[in-house]
């Protein structure tokens, strides 16, 4: 997932009688499936050397930028930032892209870089902050829902489609990472949406159900439901909030490979963004009591029924997240695609460049948006 989902923060001890590093792995491994340890007290060991390439923060003296807020059907607003090639970009009815952020973490990260090129390339693309997120309305902070995540795509496709300078008939989108899932199940019930691509998608509903390759088993997951079920009761007598899953703080001599994938991004100036009045100590930390609603998120059903508007799926042949886009991929109906960029990581195709394959996204928007 991405900002993901990955290991439990450093909170306390999130239910009597579990013990913290049997609840570490419990929680973590609802969706990466590896040893999450403690993180806590430690002396930080070396980020993995990812950063060739690395261009999250890429600006463009090609597009203009417009900072805006839509609302969507729940009444919040939800932020934006739109990108307009600088020539003939508002002078023509073009095609538009919405782009959604990793899960857990918000438009400037890797939204942006994607929105950008795509405007280089001729599109109105926007970035948006999932709601919970970023800029983005909602509360609490960093709360799960993934309906309202999806409908903050057909609020895009809305606010987009009412531009005069966008052709409402030509609007696709782009999900990275957990919005991939989002954005598949926008477009089972939002038929304006004509072309849709994933990048590095995480199911998130499988991803926290079952982890990576099927590790979680049911009693595992009934654990973490039932912690998360015991915590309500503390929040809703006036307790603090806890927070799970996102990206390690600390790393560690034993850190697994994902940890220090998602650390090298989140947790240093390659990606590290915290949105104005947000604790850097809670970015990418979704709230332990909405998290399990992930669980009874299925947005591979019935993926066939978007058929025959196409599908990309774009993941990495060295991504831990593979399984995700190859069972769309299996699920989806023609006309479908899948592309597996040779090298890449999980966390690679947020923001290398030189492995990115913008071209492909380009070529298929073309073609579909036509």
Same mark, same amino acid.
């Given at each position: 997932?991405?900002?993901?989902?990955?290991?439990?923060?450093?909170?306390?001890?999130?239910?009597?009688?579990?013990?913290?590093?049997?609840?570490?792995?419990?929680?973590?491994?609802?969706?990466?499936?590896?040893?999450?340890?403690?993180?806590?007290?430690?002396?930080?060991?070396?980020?993995?050397?990812?950063?060739?390439?690395?261009?999250?923060?890429?600006?463009?003296?090609?597009?203009?930028?417009?900072?805006?807020?839509?609302?969507?059907?729940?009444?919040?607003?939800?932020?934006?930032?739109?990108?307009?090639?600088?020539?003939?970009?508002?002078?023509?009815?073009?095609?538009?892209?919405?782009?959604?952020?990793?899960?857990?973490?918000?438009?400037?990260?890797?939204?942006?870089?994607?929105?950008?090129?795509?405007?280089?390339?001729?599109?109105?693309?926007?970035?948006?902050?999932?709601?919970?997120?970023?800029?983005?309305?909602?509360?609490?902070?960093?709360?799960?829902?993934?309906?309202?995540?999806?409908?903050?795509?057909?609020?895009?496709?809305?606010?987009?489609?009412?531009?005069?300078?966008?052709?409402?008939?030509?609007?696709?989108?782009?999900?990275?990472?957990? #919005?991939?899932? &989002?954005?598949?199940? @926008?477009? =089972?019930?939002?038929?304006?949406? !004509?072309? $849709?691509?994933? /990048?590095?998608?995480?199911?998130?509903?499988?991803?926290?159900?079952?982890?990576?390759?099927?590790?979680?088993?049911?009693?595992?997951?009934?654990?973490?439901?039932?912690?998360?079920?015991?915590?309500?009761?503390?929040?809703?007598?006036?307790?603090?909030?806890?927070?799970?899953?996102?990206?390690?703080?600390?790393?560690?001599?034993?850190?697994?490979?994902?940890?220090?994938?998602?650390?090298?991004?989140?947790?240093?100036?390659?990606?590290?963004?915290?949105?104005?009045?947000?604790?850097?100590?809670?970015?990418?930390?979704?709230?332990?009591?909405?998290?399990?609603?992930?669980?009874?998120?299925?947005?591979?059903?019935?993926?066939?029924?978007?058929?025959?508007?196409?599908?990309?799926?774009?993941?990495?042949?060295?991504?831990? #997240?593979?399984? &995700?886009?190859?069972? @769309?991929? =299996?699920?989806?109906?023609?006309? !479908?695609? $899948?592309?597996? /960029?040779?090298?890449?990581?999980?966390?690679?195709?947020?923001?290398?460049?030189?492995?990115?394959?913008?071209?492909?996204?380009?070529?298929?928007?073309?073609?579909?948006?036509?």
């Amino acid at each position: 997932m991405s900002a993901d989902h990955h290991f439990l923060s450093p909170q306390k001890d999130l239910r009597a009688g579990v013990g913290r590093r049997d609840l570490l792995k419990l929680t973590g491994a609802s969706v990466a499936a590896l040893a999450a340890s403690s993180v806590l007290n430690t002396s930080p060991a070396k980020a993995q050397d990812m950063a060739s390439d690395a261009a999250n923060f890429y600006k463009s003296n090609e597009v203009n930028l417009e900072k805006v807020v839509f609302r969507n059907q729940y009444a919040m607003n939800v932020a934006g930032n739109l990108f307009t090639p600088k020539v003939g970009g508002r002078n023509t009815r073009s095609p538009a892209i919405v782009v959604g952020h990793p899960m857990g973490a918000v438009k400037e990260q890797s939204a942006n870089l994607y929105a950008t090129q795509m405007a280089e390339r001729g599109f109105v693309a926007m970035s948006i902050d999932l709601p919970f997120w970023g800029e983005s309305e909602g509360q609490p902070r960093n709360l799960v829902s993934p309906d309202i995540y999806a409908e903050a795509f057909s609020a895009a496709v809305d606010y987009l489609g009412t531009l005069t300078y966008v052709d409402r008939a030509r609007i696709g989108v782009i999900g990275i990472c957990g #919005s991939g899932s &989002f954005a598949i199940s @926008a477009a =089972k019930i939002d038929p304006r949406l !004509k072309a $849709i691509a994933t /990048v590095s998608m995480y199911d998130m509903g499988a991803a926290n159900r079952n982890a990576l390759n099927h590790s979680l088993s049911v009693e595992q997951r009934k654990q973490i439901i039932a912690a998360a079920a015991e915590q309500r009761y503390v929040e809703f007598t006036g307790g603090e909030p806890k927070y799970t899953s996102g990206t390690v703080h600390r790393l560690t001599a034993n850190s697994t490979p994902i940890e220090r994938e998602f650390y090298d991004f989140y947790r240093t100036p390659r990606g590290e963004f915290t949105p104005a009045g947000s604790s850097p100590q809670l970015t990418t930390h979704p709230t332990l009591t909405s998290n399990v609603k992930f669980m009874n998120f299925y947005p591979f059903n019935d993926i066939e029924t978007i058929s025959p508007r196409p599908m990309l799926f774009i993941t990495g042949d060295q991504a831990h #997240s593979r399984e &995700f886009s190859e069972d @769309a991929y =299996k699920r989806a109906a023609e006309p !479908k695609e $899948i592309v597996r /960029v040779p090298g890449a990581g999980h966390v690679d195709l947020y923001d290398r460049v030189s492995l990115i394959p913008f071209d492909k996204l380009q070529s298929f928007f073309n073609q579909h948006l036509a």
